[in-house]
Structure formats: structure tokens, C-alpha cells
């Protein structure tokens, strides 16, 4: 059995006050939620913020990027040893808003994954299509290749602690979701393309997320899909009552 893992990617929201204030409202709502792994994932500079807020808690702190390089002339980058230092568990690789805004490729994504593996961070790895790549039928082709290079020679042990999260890019922040049914077929083709390259005991260990407008009125059937082990919450992470209704799911 997978673990369900919910993840809340703040994106560049909240001040450290604000981030506190969330917190504080989410511990109580999601205290009993053992069977659920609960993240959040402030923006860099409410980490310690956030890591004090959360101490005792249920709630593990992520990480929304890290640079794949130990130290150095890297203006605005922040290391794994950094976030290390946090207190931070998990690290968002390879979000569309990074490859679309910030140029992130394939080949990057990847020498962070290995890097963050290697760290004994968890790297929450997000693959997606555009619209125009949906529509042109090539979805499935497009998802499996960014997971087999964001996963490329690392072994099929490092691959079972990796996350992946499927994120339509045309459902993110737009209030669209794909039906449960598409999430599905296309997280279990993410699954298959694990299998092609770790073996069937890799692809059945590995969580895959759905991300993409995921909220309290879709969780429960995302999450009742055999292939959907969890999400990633963009907007609904901002809200405490919101996002530990999707908790619970
Ligand atoms: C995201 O950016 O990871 C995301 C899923 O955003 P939203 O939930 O707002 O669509």
C-alpha cells in the first residue's frame, strides 16, 4: 500500500507572519491524519518561520526548488544543504511555472533529483502537458519522457523514495481539472514508464500526485483513482479549512 502524500505548494505566498498564521490554523485541522503524509512548501524566506511553527506537529516542511550545486557564484540559489539546515524534508523539482518562467529543462530537473537523493531530501517531481500537447494527442508521450529523464541513472532503490506529481499545465491556477478518469489513465501510463525503466517493484512503491485545481469538491475522487497516491495543491494550500478538507479527503 502507498502512503497518500498531500503537499501544499504555497508558491510566492504569504510573509512570514501570514506564514505562521496558516500554520497555526492548519496543525489543529490535520493533527489526526497519521495515515496521510501532510506537507507545505513555503517560499524560501519563511522556512525558518514555518519550521518553528511547525515543530511538533504532523506536518513536514518542503521546499519549493533548489539549485543542484553544493555552494558558489549562483546569484538567488539556494543549495540542499541549505534547506538541510531548516529543517526541510521535501523539495519540489521541475514545476511548470520553473520550466515555463525560469527556463528549467529536463536535463536540470534531473541533476537536482539526483542531487536531492543523494541530500536525503525528497524530490516531489512534476511532469505535465500543455494544452496544445493534449490536444495534439500526445500527452502520454510527453509525461513518460520528462519522468524517464527527471529519473535518468539514478538506481531503482533512489527511485522508490522519489515523488512524482502529474500536473496538466492547463489545470493549474485555471479552476480546470482533468476529469478522474484522465488523471488516472495518465498517472498509471507515468507508472508504466517507471516500470520500463526500474521494474514492476519500483512502479508499485513510487507515489504519483495529481496536481491541477485539486480542491475540497474534487479530492475525494482524485483520490479514490487506484493510480492517484496524493496531490499537490496550488491554490487551495492558502487556505487552512480548504486544504485540510483535501487532506482528508
Ligand atoms: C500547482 O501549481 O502545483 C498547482 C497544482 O496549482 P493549483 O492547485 O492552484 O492549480
Known amino acids: ?24 490554523d492548519l496543525i489543529p485541522l490535520v493533527s489526526d491524519t497519521d495515515n496521510v503524509d501532510v506537507i507545505v512548501c513555503p517560499p524560501f524566506v519563511n522556512l525558518a518561520t514555518a519550521a518553528e511553527a511547525l515543530a511538533g506537529s504532523n506536518i513536514k516542511l518542503g521546499a519549493q526548488n533548489m539549485h543542484f550545486e553544493k555552494s558558489g ?17 521535501y523539495v519540489i523539482l ?4 520553473r520550466r515555463q518562467y525560469f527556463g528549467e529543462t529536463d536535463e536540470g530537473v534531473n541533476k ?63 479552476g480546470k481539472t482533468a476529469t478522474a478518469d484522465d488523471a488516472n489513465d495518465t498517472i498509471g501510463a507515468i507508472r508504466n514508464a517507471v516500470k520500463e525503466v526500474f521494474g514492476e517493484d519500483t512502479a508499485q512503491s513510487v507515489r504519483i500526485q495529481y496536481g491541477g485545481s485539486m480542491k475540497p469538491g474534487n479530492a475525494s475522487e482524485l483520490m479514490a483513482k487506484s493510480e ?3 496531490g499537490l495543491i496550488g491554490g487551495a494550500a492558502l487556505k487552512a479549512e480548504d486544504f485540510s478538507q483535501i487532506v482528508k479527503f
Not at 521541475?94 to 511555472?97: Q, V
Open 1 to 24: 500500500m502507498r502512503k497518500p502524500i498531500i503537499a501544499g505548494n504555497w508558491k510566492m505566498n504569504k510573509t512570514a507572519e501570514e506564514t505562521k498564521a496558516l500554520i497555526k
Open 73 to 89: 557564484a549562483f546569484t538567488g540559489e539556494v543549495s540542499a544543504d541549505m534547506l538541510l539546515a531548516f529543517g526541510v524534508k
Open 94 to 97: 521541475g514545476h511548470s511555472e
Open 112 to 174: 537536482k533529483v539526483k542531487v536531492a537523493l543523494q541530500a536525503g531530501l525528497v524530490p516531489i517531481v512534476c511532469v505535465g502537458e500543455t494544452l496544445e500537447e493534449r490536444e495534439a494527442g500526445i500527452t502520454s508521450e510527453i509525461v513518460c519522457k520528462q519522468t524517464k529523464l527527471a529519473m535518468l541513472g539514478i538506481s531503482a532503490e533512489e527511485a522508490k523514495g522519489v515523488v512524482l506529481a502529474y500536473e496538466p499545465i492547463w489545470a493549474i491556477g485555471t
Open 228 to 230: 492517484i497516491d496524493g
